[in-house]
């Protein structure tokens, strides 16, 4: 490590808009302790919940300064003591990092290390983390589907949408989602969803319940909760369950449009896994790997110095169309 003690990073030294994403040269690269992981980044995923810590809204706020990122792809550097599932040279992901993965180097937990297959690469390892570990905790953990179950994507196109398709189709649903653009539902229909619909057209949510025939469809994985909710309640079959990934507000809402249905609203939050469900969603996930079927969609890539850039497209876009990521250039 003689010749990496100083790295580029990006640091955040107060919340606000996307400018106070700043690029720093001279960042001290941390050294891992037991049980952690050093990697030298190759991509790093950037997700929204990232947007919404950095403008100080989200409800978990890091301590100033801070480096955002937690989806990276790379290469072990080093081991802590007492690490023995990962060893320098390994081609790894990660779901989440200690130190912030919009660097070059990145120290993480060994249980948030996982290896990353030789048939994907660095870019697609850095869309995995939380967009298929969300997917799997919202199909599997929160709303327990069952195959044969008629599941709606709200939001199909983007990181966790398109992992949320592919891992339903696998699970034997049948697959319906929404975009706002025909390229973001060409893309989910490629991607394992069955039927797509236009969430800008006005009779979205009738053409949905058309395709159910008027029963509703059992889950819904609602990416944007303050602007599509009280639909979610419309199109939710009777006893159906609407899993909500992403909200950027309050919304309005009658709850008797739940209770007509008796139908169940539920929270995901990838952070309050137990580390036996992320094991157990590990697993499977590198199983999608090895068999092929978990090919993550990646919508752009960033060079480092252009975080700011990219924290304003992944919200300000007029339609997702997979996975941002951040590259950290021809150094590495």
Same mark, same amino acid.
């Given at each position: 490590?003689?010749?990496?003690?100083?790295?580029?990073?990006?640091?955040?030294?107060?919340?606000?808009?996307?400018?106070?994403?700043?690029?720093?040269?001279?960042?001290?690269?941390?050294?891992?302790?037991?049980?952690?992981?050093?990697?030298?980044?190759?991509?790093?995923?950037?997700?929204?919940?990232?947007?919404?810590?950095?403008?100080?809204?989200?409800?978990?706020?890091?301590?100033?300064?801070?480096?955002?990122?937690?989806?990276?792809?790379?290469?072990?550097?080093?081991?802590?003591?007492?690490?023995?599932?990962?060893?320098?040279?390994?081609?790894?992901?990660?779901?989440?990092?200690?130190?912030?993965?919009?660097?070059?180097?990145?120290?993480?937990?060994?249980?948030?290390?996982?290896?990353?297959?030789?048939?994907?690469?660095?870019?697609?390892?850095?869309?995995?983390?939380? %967009?298929?570990? @969300?997917?799997?905790? /919202?199909?599997?953990?929160?709303?327990?589907?069952? #195959? !044969?179950?008629?599941?709606? *994507?709200?939001?199909?196109?983007?990181?966790?949408?398109?992992?949320?398709?592919?891992?339903?189709?696998?699970?034997?649903?049948?697959?319906?989602?929404?975009?706002?653009?025909?390229?973001?539902?060409?893309?989910?229909?490629?991607?394992?969803?069955?039927?797509?619909?236009?969430?800008?057209?006005?009779?979205?949510?009738?053409?949905?319940?058309?395709?159910?025939?008027?029963?509703?469809?059992?889950?819904?994985?609602?990416?944007?909760?303050?602007?599509?909710?009280?639909?979610?309640?419309?199109?939710?079959?009777?006893?159906?369950?609407?899993?909500?990934?992403?909200?950027?507000?309050?919304?309005?809402?009658?709850?008797?449009?739940?209770?007509?249905?008796?139908?169940?609203?539920?929270?995901?939050?990838?952070?309050?896994?137990? %580390?036996?469900? @992320?094991?157990?969603? /590990?697993?499977?996930?590198?199983?999608?790997?090895? #068999? !092929?079927?978990?090919?993550? *969609?990646?919508?752009?890539?960033?060079?480092?110095?252009?975080?700011?850039?990219?924290?304003?497209?992944?919200?300000?876009?007029?339609?997702?169309?997979?996975?941002?990521?951040?590259?950290?250039?021809?150094?590495?």
């Amino acid at each position: 490590m003689s010749d990496f003690k100083l790295m580029r990073a990006i640091r955040v030294s107060g919340f606000g808009p996307p400018s106070v994403l700043e690029l720093c040269a001279n960042v001290k690269v941390q050294l891992p302790g037991r049980g952690e992981v050093l990697i030298r980044v190759h991509a790093c995923g950037v997700n929204p919940v990232e947007t919404y810590i950095r403008a100080g809204t989200f409800s978990r706020k890091p301590s100033l300064p801070y480096t955002p990122g937690s989806d990276i792809a790379g290469v072990v550097e080093s081991v802590g003591e007492g690490v023995t599932a990962v060893k320098a040279g390994d081609r790894v992901f990660t779901t989440s990092t200690q130190s912030g993965g919009y660097a070059e180097f990145a120290v993480a937990t060994d249980d948030n290390v996982h290896k990353l297959p030789d048939t994907l690469d660095f870019c697609q390892g850095a869309a995995i983390g939380i %967009p298929y570990f @969300t997917a799997y905790r /919202a199909l599997v953990h929160k709303a327990h589907v069952k #195959a !044969g179950e008629t599941v709606l *994507v709200h939001g199909a196109s983007g990181g966790v949408g398109l992992a949320t398709c592919q891992l339903s189709h696998m699970l034997g649903l049948r697959v319906m989602g929404t975009a706002g653009t025909k390229a973001g539902m060409e893309l989910a229909a490629q991607n394992g969803a069955h039927l797509m619909f236009n969430h800008r057209e006005e009779d979205y949510v009738g053409k949905i319940m058309d395709a159910t025939e008027g029963r509703g469809v059992d889950v819904i994985v609602e990416m944007l909760a303050n602007v599509n909710l009280n639909n979610d309640l419309q199109m939710v079959a009777s006893g159906g369950r609407v899993a909500i990934v992403g909200s950027r507000g309050s919304v309005e809402m009658n709850p008797r449009a739940a209770m007509a249905k008796e139908s169940s609203i539920i929270g995901v939050a990838l952070f309050s896994a137990t %580390p036996a469900e @992320t094991k157990e969603c /590990a697993a499977f996930l590198f199983r999608g790997m090895e #068999a !092929g079927w978990l090919r993550p *969609v990646v919508a752009g890539q960033y060079p480092l110095d252009k975080a700011a850039q990219a924290h304003h497209d992944i919200i300000e876009s007029q339609g997702a169309t997979g996975k941002i990521v951040l590259t950290m250039g021809s150094q590495l």
